[in-house]
């Protein structure tokens, strides 16, 4: 009796087992962010997680931080790589010294299409190997770029037809623009976006150097009257990163998953970027709100001034490379061919 009654149990838990899923060997990482979960860059990168999600099928699940909940943006770097975050978004820009040679993303040269700009920027970043080493010296693998486009400027004081028209103004910058404005008498004021608004309205600033889709979001056009067009440098140091250890402990084909995704993000975020920047344009030549706002370009004359004045600080970036173990020519020739080749393919 035991023996049939033994027999029967052994059956139905071999039966059982037949319908029992093998459980999925699952990694947990926390993304930090230190902006809102709002706007083009938010967008794209809420696609990027799910979509990690998915095509791993749950072996790869992500909780989000946002708003520096658990890292600000001057802490990412070493966050990230000490994997407090497994996964995170970092500036470049507040990191100068640690990356020489990214920053060759961030010199004022003619880069004027936000979707060749990334993608040449994303095609170094994967394949110069003292980039890679680069990344590698921090802990980090880098998988993808955020766009915001090329400098522009909005001021309240006009008409600005001419660079020097920004003599004796007080200007808001990003990256060099404060240095080479300077050269034709603007005072370069070190201010974030977040704050251009309130320095426009009581004039502690003329001008703010902005990206069109930024002007709207911070409703710069409420205090401002002219928005002039240079279209020329812009901050391609701006990324999606990964702790190089978490990375590696992956197996090969969700390592896979993750580059591929990191491609088709940078590729998207740039299109919605330059699509954004573009309406962005529309919507103040027609107004909003009640309030309208000039736009003017740059002038050819104009332009080849800007370029002469940049090239001290290409110059300076390049003697920099090389004090750091870089070739900065071969860096800025490699950066320059890619970007040409890329504008060829997006001449929209």
Same mark, same amino acid.
């Given at each position: 009796?035991?023996?049939?009654?033994?027999?029967?149990?052994?059956?139905?838990?071999?039966?059982?087992?037949?319908?029992?899923?093998?459980?999925?060997?699952?990694?947990?990482?926390?993304?930090?962010?230190?902006?809102?979960?709002?706007?083009?860059?938010?967008?794209?990168?809420?696609?990027?997680?799910?979509?990690?999600?998915?095509?791993?099928?749950?072996?790869?699940?992500?909780?989000?931080?946002?708003?520096?909940?658990?890292?600000?943006?001057?802490?990412?770097?070493?966050?990230?790589?000490?994997?407090?975050?497994?996964?995170?978004?970092?500036?470049?820009?507040?990191?100068?010294?640690?990356?020489?040679?990214?920053?060759?993303?961030?010199?004022?040269?003619?880069?004027?299409?936000?979707?060749?700009?990334?993608?040449?920027?994303?095609?170094?970043?994967?394949?110069?190997?003292?980039?890679?080493?680069?990344?590698?010296?921090?802990?980090?693998?880098?998988?993808?770029?955020?766009?915001?486009?090329?400098?522009?400027? =909005?001021?309240?004081?006009?008409?600005?037809?001419?660079?020097?028209?920004?003599?004796?103004?007080?200007?808001?910058?990003?990256?060099?623009?404060?240095?080479?404005?300077?050269?034709?008498?603007?005072?370069?004021?070190?201010?974030?976006?977040?704050?251009?608004?309130?320095?426009?309205?009581?004039?502690?600033?003329?001008?703010?150097?902005?990206?069109?889709?930024?002007?709207?979001?911070?409703?710069?056009?409420?205090?401002?009257?002219?928005?002039? =067009?240079?279209?020329?440098?812009?901050?391609?140091?701006?990324?999606?990163?990964?702790?190089?250890?978490?990375?590696?402990?992956?197996?090969?084909?969700?390592?896979?998953?993750?580059?591929?995704?990191?491609?088709?993000?940078?590729?998207?975020?740039?299109?919605?970027?330059?699509?954004?920047?573009?309406?962005? =344009?529309?919507?103040?030549?027609?107004?909003?709100?009640?309030?309208?706002?000039?736009?003017?370009?740059?002038?050819?004359?104009?332009?080849?001034?800007?370029?002469?004045?940049?090239?001290?600080?290409?110059?300076?970036?390049?003697?920099?490379?090389?004090?750091?173990?870089?070739?900065?020519?071969?860096?800025?020739?490699?950066?320059?061919?890619?970007?040409?080749?890329?504008?060829?393919?997006?001449?929209?």
């Amino acid at each position: 009796m035991y023996q049939k009654l033994n027999g029967i149990l052994v059956a139905a838990a071999v039966s059982a087992a037949a319908f029992v899923t093998p459980a999925i060997a699952q990694t947990a990482m926390l993304y930090a962010d230190h902006g809102p979960n709002r706007g083009t860059r938010a967008a794209s990168t809420q696609w990027f997680l799910s979509e990690v999600e998915a095509r791993t099928e749950g072996r790869i699940v992500v909780d989000q931080q946002w708003a520096g909940a658990l890292l600000g943006a001057k802490a990412m770097l070493e966050g990230i790589g000490s994997d407090v975050a497994s996964l995170g978004t970092l500036m470049g820009s507040l990191y100068p010294g640690e990356f020489t040679g990214w920053r060759v993303g961030d010199l004022p040269i003619v880069n004027p299409n936000e979707i060749a700009g990334a993608m040449a920027m994303h095609e170094m970043m994967v394949n110069n190997e003292s980039l890679i080493a680069e990344f590698d010296r921090q802990n980090l693998k880098y998988l993808g770029s955020y766009s915001v486009g090329p400098a522009q400027m =909005i001021c309240n004081s006009g008409p600005i037809t001419t660079l020097e028209d920004f003599d004796g103004l007080k200007v808001r910058y990003a990256g060099e623009y404060g240095n080479i404005l300077s050269q034709f008498g603007a005072i370069p004021v070190s201010l974030s976006v977040s704050k251009a608004y309130q320095a426009l309205d009581t004039g502690l600033i003329d001008c703010s150097q902005a990206y069109g889709y930024l002007i709207l979001a911070y409703k710069l056009y409420e205090v401002t009257n002219q928005y002039v =067009i240079f279209d020329e440098g812009t901050l391609q140091t701006n990324a999606m990163v990964m702790n190089k250890d978490a990375f590696e402990a992956l197996d090969a084909a969700d390592q896979k998953i993750l580059i591929d995704v990191g491609t088709e993000m940078t590729k998207n975020n740039a299109m919605d970027t330059r699509k954004a920047n573009k309406a962005a =344009i529309t919507k103040l030549q027609e107004g909003v709100d009640g309030h309208s706002v000039n736009v003017s370009y740059l002038s050819d004359e104009a332009k080849v001034k800007l370029h002469a004045a940049s090239k001290a600080s290409v110059d300076a970036w390049i003697e920099e490379a090389n004090a750091n173990g870089y070739d900065g020519q071969a860096l800025l020739d490699e950066f320059q061919m890619r970007l040409a080749k890329n504008l060829e393919i997006y001449k929209d």
